[in-house]
Every structure is written in structure tokens, then in C-alpha cells.
């Protein structure tokens, strides 16, 4: 099968999220100029850079309150900084909570009994038991093509790890098992890893 996105697939659900994946997913809390704070998943996520660290994730849709875009992009906007917190398997459930589209004023911490922590290097929260943080200053907000298409880029500036995610110095994501999004509905946990060695190491 082949197809031109610009002319349609044919199938009963777009199979291009299925596609490109697994996708890791940011958990991107911010807190707006007013104080009022969001959390919210997003599955267009990644690591970008190692030196300085960044990352990027990108917002598509929009909500009537905020301008063309949603809670996330909006208050960045205006204070220049997020908190990307790493989802793990047993936080499925209250990760899946704070992906409605809740009014603005809605606080997704309080609203999903999540505990939140005080960030070290930016004003703003962070889920205080994911297995790691990564606090971030904005560094560019692109508008892509399409509308309401933003992508966010952000420099690492504080990082946290949870303890028991540390084994023999290094952080071992098989001890929280990292949840992932596929396409549709679905889901998936990373519970098994192994090891390539490049060619000329």
C-alpha cells in the first residue's frame, strides 16, 4: 500500500502514529505567569542534543482558551521554562488523567493526586516520584506547518534521578520500566534490553 498524505489513506484510523514508533513521552510541566500550573503527556518527544543537553517536544491541536495552542505552549510563552518528568509503567493511570482537555485553570497535579516537588534551577514543579526530571530553559518555539503545530526546544539545565533507578552508576530504566506510546490507543513498556557494540569501538 501507498499513499499522499495530502490525499487521504483509505483506513478506518491514520496509521502514521503506528508507524513511528515506539515513541518516548514527556511529561511536560509548566506553570504559567499567573502561578497556575499544568502537566501534560506529549509522545512527540525527544533528546536532541548531549552538549549542552536538550530536548524537544512537540504540541498539535489547540484549545479555545489559549490562543491557538494548548495549557503547555502557552505558559512557556510566557515564563520561558518546563520540567520534562519521565513516565514509568505504574504512573500509566494518572499520566492517562492529566491528558484531558481540562480548562486552563485546572491544576492536573492536584486533579490526578500526583505529589509535586519544587524544581532547583527553574519556577516551576515537577512529579516528585518519576524516575527522573529534567528541568529546562526554552531556547526556540517553532511554528510548524499545519495549524496549531508547535515545536518546543528547551536546554537541560537541572536533572534529577530517583535513587532506585541507579544501579552500579548508571541509571537502568528496566528498573521502572519506561512507558512508551504506539499508535491509537496503545501502549508499551520497555522490559527487556540488550547491547550493540559499534563498528571501530
Given at each position: 500500500m501507498f499513499y499522499r498524505p495530502e490525499d487521504g489513506h483509505g483506513l478506518p484510523h491514520?496509521?502514521?502514529n503506528a508507524i513511528v514508533?515506539?515513541?518516548p513521552i514527556g511529561w511536560i510541566s509548566t506553570r504559567g505567569a499567573d502561578g497556575s500550573e499544568n502537566l501534560a503527556p506529549y509522545s512527540f518527544f525527544n533528546a536532541v542534543a548531549y552538549t549542552p543537553?536538550?530536548?524537544m517536544f512537540s504540541s498539535t491541536g489547540q484549545k479555545a482558551d489559549r490562543d491557538g495552542t494548548k495549557d503547555s505552549v502557552s505558559?512557556?510563552?510566557e515564563t520561558g521554562v518546563f520540567c520534562v518528568n519521565i513516565v514509568e509503567f505504574a504512573?500509566?493511570?494518572?499520566m492517562n488523567d492529566t491528558s484531558g482537555p481540562w480548562d486552563?485553570?485546572?491544576?492536573?497535579f492536584t486533579r490526578a493526586g500526583i505529589e509535586r516537588a519544587s524544581c532547583e534551577t527553574i519556577p516551576c514543579s515537577r512529579v516528585a516520584k518519576a524516575p527522573a526530571n529534567?528541568?529546562?530553559r526554552v531556547t526556540q518555539i517553532v511554528q510548524l506547518e499545519g495549524p496549531a503545530n508547535f515545536a518546543v526546544f528547551g536546554e537541560v539545565t537541572g536533572v534529577h534521578m530517583r535513587d532506585d533507578c541507579l544501579k552500579d552508576g548508571m541509571f537502568d530504566i528496566l528498573s521502572f520500566q519506561p512507558l512508551t506510546r504506539l499508535g491509537y490507543r496503545d501502549y508499551s513498556r520497555i522490559t527487556e534490553v540488550f547491547s550493540l557494540k559499534r563498528p571501530g569501538e
Open positions: 491514520n496509521p502514521f514508533t515506539p515513541r543537553p536538550q530536548v505558559n512557556i510563552r504512573m500509566k493511570d494518572v486552563k485553570d485546572v491544576d492536573e529534567l528541568e529546562c
